[in-house]
């Protein structure tokens, strides 16, 4: 989990997200807008998978709930 | 064309179902534990009012002003659920466990239970608020006065009435839409299902709004290609190489600190979080949301910039594009979505925020200025009373800041402003969760440095446009003074005020957190916070009470419950208590233990300090000294090392008593050994005993017994006394053997030698059973280690235990001798009945005969273990081994020398 985040800000922070940030144009859209986009929806499709898989603990229940 | 009137009376029915919305949710909240008002979708939905109007118009305008930017306010809270496993999952379960009910409370409690701290806190998140809350305001009053424009027949009923006057309409109405529905009852934990509930129907709302303008705009202009293509014709590209500078590093992080430290977020996220399961789903499904919501903006905002007319506010795109377009339906729509926006951020925040002042400012005044005793009037109805009172002066707050900055034109900015403000508490916020050694000091001294640094360098500044003074001290400094500028401050020129302003406060606040922490000590309180805080999954629910044991009764401790919490929720928690211990309610004992537990349920109804300030006025001997609590913690420590030794010792005892039982179980069975042996010899014994017996009773009666007859019973009587004797001495023989006594000297023996010498002896006995002897092979004479006499014994007695077992036809007995890798062996293989598979170990114990030979055999059945016996002392083994004929085949393997 804190990889994944640490993995999302290092692709969304400089220096790395300068690689992206050329004049180019995929399916009409800038390459850095479609970049972005894509690694969000890597990290919330990673996270999804994760979260699923990430262990059930028992939540303590304190007395009256 | 809509006019203003239709539009604001759309907006007031859109209020009264929020009205209908909140209110059956609440009911059916608290009839139905599992409705769906406590499934993750709906938590996951209420997490989505950080999408206020500022991302509905001002992210629009953000783009259109500065590309891609407005990206990071997403990306950054996306960052935070991501990792929630790592953050937002530690915070969920220390704030249930510690009723938490609000980021104050948090930090105060942490820190010692630190009202100062919590005052300090409230105060910020009440100032640091005001320009978000007008931002609202000022983002409803633009899209009134958008959708109304400028016409005569649009202004409607608004003609005469200026921003201002629309402003503070809206902040009424907002005002007391909240106090109707968010200060209804007082809360254990502080949830609003409610209020939740209609703010879940406001984000999708506000969804579908955004996107149903997207999708129109994307439609009028042709596609994604047509409209970035056109953009690019016309010069306006997201792209530009400076989007990612200093700038985007720290809106990226602002929106980090936001999403965590903002109130109402720690409000949606912490405090009306039903199940801790919830923050499974709302990782991914919160940041889907956010990226639903801002698929559009950049299409929106490009789109704007091509075709509304130079000069357009780029805020109002996402409603002056549908009205430019004639499309008055989808431009009442998204105008109800910005609306949603801004109405679910201002009554979520301002119940926050009331739930701060009250529990950190007002309630902590009125018991401190009220006797113990009172009057016993329900301090619940004063709880509701002081939120009220907080609401509406947050909301007149917010009002008045956008009064006096009404002028500065984008919205995003203002946001960031509090944005900044907020992000003071995050540091500390952090370092509660995860440093043990932060301190109550630092923590106080850094957010107050963060928070003055603020004031200077980004609120301050931000009434430029209306006072000269403000403007003056912008450019010169104060008395002159350079470098103190707030938007330059110690020479630091060239950053845009937001990084400016946030470099400085955050690093102030940074650094006085670590070394005031690492140069102050914590009070004892602090220490057990801390551990508990930190290692809130490593110890698993330990409730901490943080009262010795004083001389409060259960009376005076009733009488508070019961101020605070009502006469029905006092009774419930005393009697739940008395049940657990089996007493009586009036002579509960005011144990540690239920103290703290009343406290912390004080605590979820006015917050951990108020609660701790509440209980010491009752409970005597509260106001713990340092000397006090250290005596506790020694106590406990002596204690938890004690149980250690108790626990070791035990561990110790318990291999003991194994060890024993198991030397005990071993003399047992020795012992029944015993006692069948002697039983078995006995019963040998027995039977020629009675022979010999019953005939010398005749003997020594009978006159008229025929000589030969005598002489018949004499001969049987001698006959048996030699049984009798060679039973004795086989008994003899075999325990000398075993105890070692019989020893011999072994000494160089022809093997072969002694089976022929066997045979011979033998041979009376197999001529008289009518055994053919096979020899299988002989070895050539072997020399090996033992005594003649002895070896010669073992072999006549297996080759008799051939002979009288083997009841076949035409019994044979097999003899093979051979020499094999340095050991001689030979077999002794009959055809007769076998061994039974279960008594092949037995037949080498003592008194132990075959099933198929016990009945017509009369030997002792010790043959075989004297046999085995000799053979272990000549360093060989007797074994039965699997033999070529059908019998049994006994194998003596013997080492030759060399």
Request: charged letters at 15%.
């Amino acid at each position: 989990m804190l990889w994944l985040s640490t993995l999302g800000a290092l692709l969304m922070l400089p220096p790395l997200v300068f690689v992206f940030n050329q004049r180019i144009t995929h399916f009409g859209i800038p390459q850095i807008v479609f970049y972005l986009f894509a690694v969000w929806v890597l990290l919330i499709v990673g996270t999804a998978l994760l979260a699923h898989a990430m262990p059930r603990d028992e939540l303590p229940r304190d007395g009256d709930s | 064309m809509l006019s203003a009137d239709f539009v604001i009376a759309t907006a007031i029915g859109y209020v009264g179902l929020l009205f209908v919305l909140a209110y059956f949710g609440d009911r059916r909240a608290r009839s139905n534990k599992r409705s769906f008002l406590h499934s993750p979708a709906v938590y996951t939905l209420s997490i989505s009012v950080y999408c206020t109007s500022w991302t509905f118009y001002g992210a629009v305008g953000n783009a259109a002003r500065s590309g891609l930017e407005f990206l990071t306010i997403y990306l950054g809270p996306t960052l935070v659920f991501v990792g929630w496993w790592f953050l937002l999952r530690r915070l969920v379960r220390i704030s249930h466990l510690q009723r938490i009910t609000s980021v104050a409370d948090l930090l105060s409690s942490r820190f010692g239970k630190s009202n100062r701290l919590a005052v300090l806190v409230t105060c910020i998140a009440v100032v640091g608020i005001a320009p978000y809350i007008a931002l609202q305001l000022k983002a409803v009053t633009s899209s009134i006065q958008a959708v109304a424009g400028a016409s005569e027949f649009g202004q409607g009923s608004l003609k005469g009435i200026d921003d201002v006057g629309l402003a503070f309409g809206i902040a009424a109405g907002m005002a007391l839409f909240t106090i109707l529905f968010g200060t209804r009852h007082v809360d254990a934990k502080e949830q609003h299902h409610g209020v939740v509930a209609a703010i879940a129907f406001e984000a999708v709302v506000k969804l579908t709004a955004l996107v149903a303008v997207g999708i129109f705009v994307v439609y009028v202009g042709g596609g994604f290609e047509a409209i970035f293509a056109e953009g690019a014709r016309l010069g306006v590209s997201v792209d530009a190489e400076s989007t990612f500078d200093a700038r985007w590093l720290t809106t990226l992080g602002l929106s980090v600190a936001a999403i965590v430290c903002l109130p109402r977020q720690f409000q949606v996220t912490v405090v009306e979080n039903s199940d801790e399961a919830h923050l499974r789903v709302a990782s991914w499904a919160f940041p889907a949301y956010m990226l639903l919501m801002s698929l559009f903006i950049l299409p929106i905002a490009v789109f704007g910039l091509t075709k509304m007319p130079a000069g357009s506010n780029p805020d109002m795109f996402a409603l002056t594009l549908p009205l430019a377009f004639g499309q008055d339906g989808l431009a009442l729509f998204a105008f109800i979505g910005g609306f949603s926006s801004a109405t679910s951020m201002i009554i979520l925040e301002s119940i926050a925020l009331s739930i701060m002042v009250s529990n950190h400012i007002l309630m902590p005044l009125i018991l401190r200025f009220s006797a113990p005793g009172g009057d016993g009037r329900g301090v619940t109805s004063l709880v509701l009373f002081a939120r009220r009172i907080s609401i509406v002066l947050i909301l007149s707050m917010g009002f008045f800041y956008f009064f006096f900055t009404r002028d500065s034109d984008a919205l995003a900015p203002i946001g960031l402003i509090s944005f900044t403000a907020i992000a003071q508490f995050f540091p500390a916020v952090i370092a509660a969760l995860f440093w043990r050694d932060a301190s109550l000091k630092a923590a106080t001294a850094a957010i107050a440095a963060g928070f003055v640094f603020w004031m200077w360098c980004s609120f301050l500044p931000s009434f430029e446009s209306v006072s000269p003074q403000v403007a003056l001290l912008l450019s010169q400094g104060p008395w002159g003074i350079s470098w103190l500028r707030p938007e330059a401050m110690f020479g630091l020129e060239g950053l845009d005020p937001l990084t400016h302003a946030a470099f400085w406060s955050i690093s102030a606040n940074v650094l006085i957190l670590t070394t005031g922490s690492l140069l102050t000590s914590q009070s004892a309180l602090e220490r057990i916070q801390a551990s508990v805080f930190v290692d809130v999954f490593r110890r698993g629910n330990v409730p901490s009470g943080n009262f010795v044991p004083g001389s409060a009764t259960a009376n005076d401790l009733y009488f508070v419950a019961e101020r605070v919490l009502g006469e029905t929720r006092a009774a419930a928690l005393f009697e739940t208590e008395a049940r657990e211990n089996g007493v009586d309610p009036d002579m509960i004992e005011p144990s540690p233990g239920f103290i703290g537990r009343l406290e912390r349920e004080l605590a979820g109804s006015i917050g951990a300090a108020s609660a701790h300030v509440m209980l010491s006025k009752v409970v005597s001997g509260s106001d713990v000294s340092l000397e006090e609590m250290m005596q506790m913690a020694d106590e406990t420590q002596q204690v938890i090392s004690y149980s250690q030794e108790l626990e070791k010792t035990s561990a110790e005892l318990r291999s003991t008593a194994q060890q024993l039982e198991d030397a005990n179980s071993q003399l047992r069975e020795l012992d029944s050994q015993k006692d069948e042996f002697l039983s078995q010899v006995s019963h040998e014994v027995r039977t020629p005993m009675t022979s010999i017996r019953s005939f010398s009773e005749i003997l020594l009666e009978g006159d008229g017994i025929a000589p030969e007859k005598r002489q018949h019973f004499v001969s049987t009587i001698h006959q048996e006394s030699l049984r009798l004797t060679k039973l004795l001495d086989e008994i003899l023989d075999l325990s000398a053997l075993e105890r070692g006594e019989r020893s011999w000297e072994n000494q160089p023996v022809d093997a072969e030698a002694a089976l022929d010498r066997a045979l011979t002896v033998c041979e009376a006995l197999l001529r008289q059973h009518g055994v053919a002897v096979e020899q299988g092979g002989r070895a050539q004479a072997t020399m090996v280690e033992g005594d003649a006499d002895r070896l010669c014994q073992v072999f006549i007695n297996l080759i008799s235990n051939a002979v009288k077992y083997n009841d076949a036809g035409s019994p044979v007995l097999r003899i093979t001798s051979s020499v094999r890798a340095g050991a001689y062996t030979v077999d002794f293989a009959d055809n007769g009945p076998g061994i039974a598979r279960g008594e092949r170990k037995l037949i080498f114990e003592k008194f132990a005969r075959g099933q198929r030979g016990a009945v017509q055999q009369s030997g002792a059945g010790l043959g075989l273990a004297i046999s085995r016996q000799i053979v272990t002392r000549m360093n060989g083994a007797l074994d039965l081994v699997q033999g070529q004929l059908p019998g049994a085949c006994f194998r003596v393997r013997l080492s030759v020398m060399r």
